[in-house]
C-alpha cells in the first residue's frame, strides 16, 4: 500500500492509502479492533462486490445502504444515516465508513460530521470521481431546494482508501467521461504530468490493474497539489473549474443523453476557443482539446439540438457569473492558467462566447 497524505481543513492532513489488493484485505487491516462501525454503501455494491459486504457483516460492522440518486443526497439521505445510527445508540468514537462514488462520501462524509458534532469518518471511494476527486479535499455537501450541493461543510476524514479495483465493474463509457476531470486538472495545472497521463489512456481503457493504478495516483497528486495550495478554491482551485461554467449549462440542457464529464469535455473544448479568440492561447490548443475527446472516446462537438442562444442563457444560472458578466477559467497554454489581475478568471465578451459555443456543433 503506498500512502499520500493531503492537507485537510481541520487536520494537519490525513492519509490517502493506494491498494490495488484484489480482494481489500488490507482496508481491514487498517480498521481499528474492537470499535463500532456504520457503513454507509452505495447499495449496488451489495451485488457488486458481497465478499466485502460479507466480511464487513463479519466484523459486525452496521451496514446502511443507500441507492445512489441526487433525489438521496438530502435532507432525507442524511435522516435515513441518522435513524439507523441513532437506533443504536452511537458514541463519539464510533466510525462511520462511507463506501460509494462521490454520492455516498459526500452525504455519509457529511451525515459523519453532523452527528455528534463529529464522528469519525473513512472514505473508500468506489468510482473514478470519487477516488480522484470527490473524496479529496474536504468537502461534502447535500443538495437542498432544487440546487446541487447548497448545505455543506469542509471536514476531514481520518483516512481514505483508495483501491483501482473497485473500478473494474464501471462501465468504460462511464470510466472515460469521469476521466476527463482529472485529465482537466492536468491540464491546467501541470504540463509534465498532463503529457505522462496522456500517454496511459490507452493501457487505462483496457483497465489493466497497474496502469489504472498508475493512472488515479497521478491524478490523485494532482488534486492534492491543488488542495494544498488553495483548500477553499478561491484561487487556484479555481482550475478545478476548467470546462465547467459551459459544461454545466450544456449539462443542464441535456442531462439526460450528456454525462457530467462529456458536457465537462465540451465545455473545456468551447474555453480553448475562447481563449484564441482572445489572444491569450495558440489554435494548437484547440487541437490538443479534440485530440483528448478522441482518446477518451467523448463527444467533441454540442448535440444538434441543443440551441446556441439557449445555451448563452442558462451561463447566467452558473455561480460564476458575476454582475452580468461571465468569468471564465481559461489556459494560455497546457498547465498554464489566465490570470488578470491577479485571479485566475477571465471575463469573455459576448460576442466571444457565442461564436465559440457556435463553432462547437
Ligand atoms: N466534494 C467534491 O469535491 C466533489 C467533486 C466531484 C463530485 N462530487 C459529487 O459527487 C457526485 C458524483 O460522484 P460520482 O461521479 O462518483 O457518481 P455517483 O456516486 O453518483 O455514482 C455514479 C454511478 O456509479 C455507480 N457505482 C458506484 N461505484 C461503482 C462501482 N464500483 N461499480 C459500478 N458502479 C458503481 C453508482 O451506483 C451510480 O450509479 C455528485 O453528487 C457530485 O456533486 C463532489
Ligand atoms: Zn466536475
Request: charged residues 20%; glycine residues 8%; contains cysteine.
Amino acid at each position: 500500500m503506498n500512502t499520500i497524505y493531503c492537507r485537510g481543513y481541520v487536520k494537519h492532513s490525513y492519509p490517502i492509502h493506494l491498494s490495488v489488493q484484489a480482494e481489500f484485505d488490507d482496508f481491514f487491516d487498517l480498521l481499528p479492533p474492537s470499535q463500532n462501525c456504520f457503513v454507509v454503501v452505495d447499495e449496488k455494491l451489495l451485488e457488486l462486490f458481497p465478499k466485502l459486504v460479507l466480511r464487513l457483516k463479519q466484523s459486525q460492522a452496521r451496514i446502511i445502504p443507500i441507492a445512489c440518486t441526487e433525489q438521496n443526497k438530502s435532507l432525507d439521505g442524511l435522516t435515513m444515516i441518522f435513524e439507523e445510527v441513532f437506533s443504536h445508540k452511537p458514541n463519539r468514537d464510533d466510525i462511520l465508513i462511507a463506501i460509494g462514488g462521490g454520492l455516498i462520501t459526500n452525504l455519509g462524509g457529511l451525515a459523519a460530521s453532523l452527528i455528534m458534532r463529529g464522528m469519525r469518518f473513512y472514505y473508500v471511494p468506489t468510482t473514478l470521481t470519487g477516488q480522484i476527486d470527490a473524496s479529496i479535499g474536504s468537502k461534502q455537501a447535500i443538495n437542498y431546494s432544487g440546487a446541487k450541493n447548497w448545505l455543506g461543510m469542509y471536514n476531514d476524514p481520518e483516512f481514505c482508501y483508495v483501491n483501482p479495483n473497485f473500478l473494474t465493474t464501471k462501465p468504460i463509457d462511464e470510466l472515460n467521461s469521469e476521466m476527463i476531470e482529472g485529465v482537466k486538472l492536468c491540464l491546467a495545472t501541470d504540463k509534465q504530468l498532463f503529457y505522462r497521463v496522456l500517454d496511459e489512456i490507452n493501457g487505462f481503457r483496457e483497465r489493466d490493474p497497474q496502469s489504472l493504478a498508475s493512472f488515479v495516483e497521478k491524478m490523485i497528486k494532482a488534486k492534492v497539489a491543488v488542495v494544498e495550495r488553495d483548500l477553499l478554491e478561491e484561487d487556484y482551485g479555481m482550475s478545478m473549474l476548467y470546462g465547467h461554467t459551459l459544461g454545466h449549462a450544456i449539462e443542464m440542457l441535456d442531462h439526460e443523453h450528456l454525462s457530467h464529464g462529456e458536457a465537462v469535455g465540451l465545455g473545456m473544448l468551447a474555453a480553448a476557443r475562447m481563449a484564441c479568440k482572445l489572444g491569450l492561447a495558440k489554435e494548437s490548443l484547440i487541437t490538443l482539446h479534440q485530440q483528448i475527446l478522441q482518446k477518451l472516446g467523448l463527444p467533441a462537438v454540442i448535440p444538434g439540438h441543443l440551441v446556441p442562444s439557449e445555451i448563452y442563457a442558462k451561463l447566467g444560472h452558473n455561480k460564476k457569473n458575476y454582475g452580468g458578466k461571465v468569468r471564465f477559467v481559461l489556459l494560455r497554454d497546457v498547465g498554464e492558467m489566465a490570470k488578470n489581475g491577479g485571479e485566475y478568471y477571465t471575463v469573455v465578451p459576448e460576442n466571444i462566447i457565442m461564436q465559440s459555443i457556435k463553432e462547437g456543433f
